[in-house]
């Protein structure tokens, strides 16, 4: 099976920081990757596929990239309405979520 | 517009079984494969199974020897059931509609989630 760790677990930033969550997958996952906000009390909500395609209705300050093994959400100006646990996705083999960021403002 | 939509008790003892229905509408079961999410409270995501549009069912090794996962057509529902409930299986359950297109492949719309507790 394939594991997916994200860190950190938790992230405080500011109002405008640009900030970037990680995503390792225990084996080459080619790209399959997603990524989904969950707010408090809420469904998950997709942000962003395929590594780097931005779902509709998703603002651009959200971008995602990577390769291999390794990936990335970028928030580019953060926003309080941002404030979620963010979970990365692999669909390689089967369907596997990281363990969560929880993005917090400071 | 798609909806999703779980049902079932919040409250189930430990060893039973558990039941829960997920009607779908805006889409039809025949086109889209509908997965089951869950999630223990305050902890991460894990993915439970898949019914595809064929028909067809795949399960999370981890909890395959005590999960299936079955649906009527007819009536847009998406049945999970699952046996010998522990309380590490308290959680809230989601079904999700799978999207696929050659190189994607993502859970696009989501159930609001139903809270089962496993307690006696």
């Known amino acids: 099976d394939i594991q997916m760790t994200q860190s950190p677990s938790l992230l405080s930033a500011s109002v405008g920081d640009r900030v970037t969550l990680s995503c390792k997958a225990s084996?080459?996952?080619?790209?399959?990757l997603n990524w989904y906000q969950q707010k408090l009390g809420e469904a998950p909500k997709l942000l962003i596929y395929y590594t780097n395609s931005l779902q509709t209705g998703i603002p651009s300050r959200f971008s995602g990239s990577g390769s291999g093994t390794d990936y990335t959400l970028t928030i580019s100006s953060l926003q309080p309405e941002d404030v979620a646990t963010y979970f990365c996705q692999q669909y390689n083999s089967w369907w596997t979520f990281g363990g969560g960021t929880k993005l917090e403002l400071k | 517009q798609v909806q999703l939509k779980e049902s079932g008790p919040g409250l189930v003892q430990p060893s039973e079984t558990l039941s829960l229905t997920c009607t779908v509408s805006?889409?039809?079961?025949?086109?889209?494969?509908v997965h089951w999410v869950r999630q223990p409270p305050g902890k991460g995501l894990e993915w439970m199974g898949i019914?595809?549009?064929?028909?067809?069912?795949d399960y999370n090794s981890a909890l395959k020897s005590r999960l299936s996962i079955s649906r009527d057509t007819s009536k847009s529902q998406v049945f999970l059931k699952m046996n010998s409930l522990q309380t590490e299986d308290t959680a809230i359950y989601y079904c999700?509609?799978?999207?696929?297109?050659?190189?994607?492949?993502?859970?696009?719309?989501w159930g609001q989630g139903v809270m089962v507790t496993v307690s006696s």
């Open positions: 805006g889409f039809s079961l025949t086109s889209n494969s």
């Open positions: 999700t509609r799978g999207y696929s297109s050659y190189i994607e492949y993502y859970f696009d719309y």
């Open positions: 019914i595809r549009s064929g028909g067809s069912t």
């Open positions: 084996q080459n996952i080619y790209k399959y």
